[in-house]
């Protein structure tokens, strides 16, 4: 996990395999809070009390036949050595949310990684999941709503090379302020 | 570049488009556990979608999965053919990727070499 973006990766597999229809990601970095901030939420199957407490520990997985889960347990140890923090809250039924805080000037911040190529695999190797992405820093507010791409792609899929090749450029020109 | 200009591909794009997602010929599942995505899993599935719009392949899908339990050969890919096994690939960079989706998704020879399981 050596940047930012294999973190989101990670988290939103999360989001998929616990059946989110919807995925939020807001991502700001800003020079004059100091702060990378990170908070992804979903509208997955969500965990309990217990089991929540739990996906933060690293010898703990729901996996069938592996034992350990380290992504959480990863992300959370970089916030907290990069001065921040990590918190998670989920509701059995209505999905999870993750809020993730690091100082930007910290020397073990990891680099953010290409955000470009993690919007364009997310969005289309997950068609039948809609991403919200908001991307900001002290100047710029990005916008990226996989629901009005669908809406002006009006049952044209969102995986069609034509599409793929769009959305490319489009991240392209931009996402460059990050 | 504004989105709006989505519609211009909507219009070319022909009518039966969404039938032709519905018989995608070829799925490939990409593994994006957290080892996956720690082994490079993220290189592969952008080389994919990559050859996917440059060679406008309307019949090959690609979507991700969990980890599967073979963590010492992510990143691994599995081809979903109509009709035919499963063919998994292991330990794939975005060059071997690029490679599969020449030889055996184009012209229909699986690359052996970096096949683990076929099922």
Known sequence: ?178 | MKLEDLKKIREQASKDMELRQKQARVKIVVGMGTSGIAAGARDVLKALLDEIAARNLTDVMVTQTGEKGLASHEPMIEVHEEGKDVVIYGNIDADKARKIIAEHIVNHNPVSEYVIEVK
């Open chain 1, 1 to 178: 996990m050596d940047d930012i973006c294999a973190h989101i990766t990670d988290v939103v597999a999360n989001s998929v395999s616990a059946g989110a229809k919807k995925v939020f990601i807001f991502l700001e970095k800003s020079t004059i809070k100091n702060a990378l901030h990170l908070k992804i939420t979903d509208n997955g199957k969500g965990m309990d009390e217990e089991t929540a407490k739990k996906v933060v520990d690293p010898f703990f997985s729901t996996k069938t036949g592996r034992k350990v889960g380290l992504g959480i347990p990863l992300l959370k140890g970089t916030a907290e050595t990069c001065g921040g923090y990590f918190n998670l809250k989920s509701a059995l039924g209505e999905g999870t949310e993750i809020d993730v805080f690091f100082t930007l000037d910290h020397p073990d911040l990891p680099p953010i990684g290409n955000l470009k190529d993690t919007i364009l695999i997310l969005t289309v190797s997950n068609p039948e999941v809609d991403f919200l992405f908001n991307i900001k820093n002290d100047v710029i507010n990005f916008i990226f709503d996989t629901e009005e791409i669908k809406g002006l792609l009006d049952g044209v899929p969102i995986n069609s090379p034509e599409v793929i090749k769009f959305l490319t450029n489009y991240l392209d020109e931009h996402l460059n302020f990050i």
